[in-house]
């Protein structure tokens, strides 16, 4: 039976884990999880399985945008893969398996991909806000990929047409990083990759050929 209180519990371990949403099940062991939910809109944290808030058409248009444009950079420079929700990703020492919308790994991190999971911290995430996932996708989920070693963090709110990019210090915290004065965000993990946030807030996001076209001026520029 499915309880759809709002719950929230912390533990400490060895941060701060917030477990918030409509529960699904409790006490459930993480091997559990993968076999009996895979494919679902749902994530575990210490034992809970909730429930994710649905999406809507402009969130989907972003996620569907970045699949294509990191696809298009990655085979054009150093390869890797793109993969997204319902792919979690398991970290090492937080006690939670998230599905973020869009997960990026570069070569070195590819044999992390074990059939319906990534083990260990991708090489780039990025969650796209909806209205039910404001305080999990602001404050949990960058805890807890801060704490689980995600190199950047990127962030959008399509409602506030806001951007947020976090890129991870050597201790090991999360800085925040601004576009430069022309609006471009610089990646640090994906060299050369030089991101003009603007476009993002369009009504038509960029079609695939245009895609492709700014790909080659991200590497024409670098060079």
């Known amino acids: 039976m499915i309880d759809t209180a709002e719950v929230t519990e912390v533990v400490e371990i060895p941060g701060t884990v917030r477990i918030a949403g409509k529960i699904l099940a409790r006490n459930v062991s993480y091997d559990d999880f993968m076999n009996g939910y895979e494919g679902m809109h749902v994530e575990w944290v210490n034992g ?15 996620v569907a945008f970045f699949r294509m444009l990191f696809s298009a950079f990655l085979e054009l420079t150093s390869g890797g893969r793109t993969v997204g929700d319902p792919m979690v990703m398991k970290l ?15 070569p070195d991190r590819v044999q992390q991909l074990k059939k319906n999971q990534v083990i260990g911290p991708a090489s780039l995430v990025i969650e796209v806000v ?36 976090y890129q991870l210090s050597n201790d090991g915290l ?45 590497l024409k520029d670098a060079e």
């Not at 090492?92 to 570069?106: F, H, I, T």
């Not at 050369?192 to 790909?215: D, H, K, M, Q, Y």
């Open 174 to 218: 999360y800085q925040e990083v601004k576009p430069d004065a022309n609006g471009v965000y610089h990646s640090r993990v994906l060299a050369r990759f030089a991101l003009p946030v603007a476009l993002l807030w369009r009504e038509e996001l960029p079609t695939f050929g245009e895609i492709g076209r700014l790909v080659e001026t991200m």
């Open 92 to 106: 090492a020492n937080v006690p939670s398996s998230r599905a973020p919308d869009v997960q990026v790994l570069l």
């Open 130 to 165: 909806s209205p039910g996932s404001q305080r999990q996708d602001r404050e949990d989920k960058k805890r807890e990929y801060e704490l689980g070693g995600v190199p950047e963090y990127w962030l959008f709110d399509p409602a506030k047409n806001e951007p947020i990019f």
């Open 48 to 62: 809970v399985v909730i429930q994710m808030p649905s999406i809507d058409e402009r969130h989907d248009a972003l």
